[in-house]
């Protein structure tokens, strides 16, 4: 992987870009490299089975999930290898109190290939400084979330033929969606995009997802607060839950579960050719009377996830095969009070004091992206 533009001050680690933390890691051509990997992988012109036999991917997942944390297992398996891990932070270590720091220096020994899952936004940056093999960011809290991005471009590319020149409907939790935050600043790198955000007031999209997205000059985007408004005009509508285990305020949450539901009455008024994606699990906002429909993608969507994962993981080791990434140098280490925001992997555990350099006026965390205090 080489560097990129957003990242490339970050050069706390010389190999910080054999990981998988944000999906702008990836320069555009090394995108389209994955997913064409992937598309051949599918159409069964590449056979899987190149990777060294038995190599090992872990999963440490801290947080729930069942889509990719199995889609990691099913893509490593496919590809001749094995997964180890865990699937609930309860039946670790880090029950006693150990770190993310600690926890995947002891995994680096026992596996070729880390994916992680954490609450803390940030903890995979965190991890990776400390990995001695390629980390993937498997969802940080509100954060990010870059193998559901690839996910989601394959199946655009799959659906619609192209990721330019496409009009999206972002709907639902803009703020707290990860999924969100990824497509928008990956998406955004092709040409002549649209995107309309459709979100209540409190559930907005954060500013720095705007400002990383508003330096692409063929960008444009527009805010609707009605999703029947929205919907005669789109290509792709992205829909996303609420994500209720993000919110301080329970009453809030109850509040706004229900803003957004795309019922078949509401598709009545869709383009014909427009697809529908979710990246699952959904609650109540697409009804189940629209799985039916056949611009309903998002079981689609699931499938082309373990596929991006294969030529991820492969990518990732065909550039790593025998070779140990040095483990980092002691540094000056810092707890707490880095930055605003109290979901930081920096606000429970100790992490390098260091931070995005300033734009806009701001500075901000190199793990969380939030203002700097
Ligand atoms: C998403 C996630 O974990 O952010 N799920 C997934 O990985 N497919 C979306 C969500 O939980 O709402």
Redesign the pocket.
């Known amino acids: 992987m080489h560097a990129k533009k957003t990242r490339s001050h970050f050069s706390l680690h010389k190999n910080m870009n054999q990981h998988l933390l944000d999906p702008t890691d990836l320069s555009v051509s090394e995108t389209d490299a994955i997913l064409g990997l992937a598309m051949q992988m599918i159409n069964r012109e590449f056979d899987p089975s190149r990777l060294r036999q038995g190599t090992k991917l872990a999963t440490l997942f801290y947080?729930p999930?069942?889509?990719?944390r199995l889609s990691f297992t099913a893509a490593i398996i496919e590809l001749g290898g094995h997964a180890l891990g865990f699937s609930e932070a309860g039946s670790s270590s880090v029950s006693k109190g150990e770190t993310v720091a600690d926890t995947v220096r002891v995994v680096s020994k026992f596996a070729d290939i880390i994916a992680i899952?954490h609450p803390q936004e940030g903890a995979p940056m965190v991890a990776a400084l400390h990995a001695s093999v390629p980390v993937i960011n498997?969802?940080d809290g509100g954060h990010s979330?870059p193998?559901?991005t690839l996910?989601d471009l394959l199946t655009i590319k799959r659906e619609k033929g192209r990721l330019d020149n496409l009009t999206v409907g972002l709907c639902g939790?803009l703020k707290y969606?990860?999924?969100v935050h990824s497509l928008l600043k990956a998406l955004s790198r092709y040409k002549n995009n649209r995107f309309v955000l459709i979100a209540p007031d409190e559930l907005r999209l954060p500013d720095y997802i705007i400002h990383a997205v508003n330096d692409h000059p063929s960008l444009s985007f527009s805010e609707q607060s009605s999703l029947e408004a929205a919907i005669p005009d789109l290509d792709v509508l992205y829909m996303?839950?609420i994500?209720k285990e993000r919110f301080d305020d329970e009453a809030q949450y109850i509040r706004l579960k229900d803003s957004f539901i795309l019922d078949a009455a509401k598709l009545a008024n869709a383009p014909k050719q427009m697809i529908i994606m979710h990246?699952?699990?959904r609650v109540n906002e697409i009804a189940p009377e629209v799985d039916a429909d056949p611009r309903a993608a998002y079981f689609r969507q699931?499938e082309n996830?373990k596929y991006v994962r294969m030529a991820l993981i492969h990518t990732l080791l065909k550039h790593n095969a025998d070779y140990r990434l040095p483990e980092m140098p002691p540094a000056t280490w810092q707890t707490g009070n880095l930055c605003k925001n109290p979901r930081c992997i920096s606000a429970v555990e100790p992490v390098i004091p260091y931070n995005h350099p300033a734009e806009h006026n701001t500075r901000r965390c190199v793990y969380c992206d939030a203002e700097i205090l």
Do not use: I
């Open positions: 947080e999930s069942t889509r990719t899952r498997a969802g979330h193998t559901q996910t939790d969606g990860r999924t996303t839950r994500q990246p699952l699990p699931v996830g």
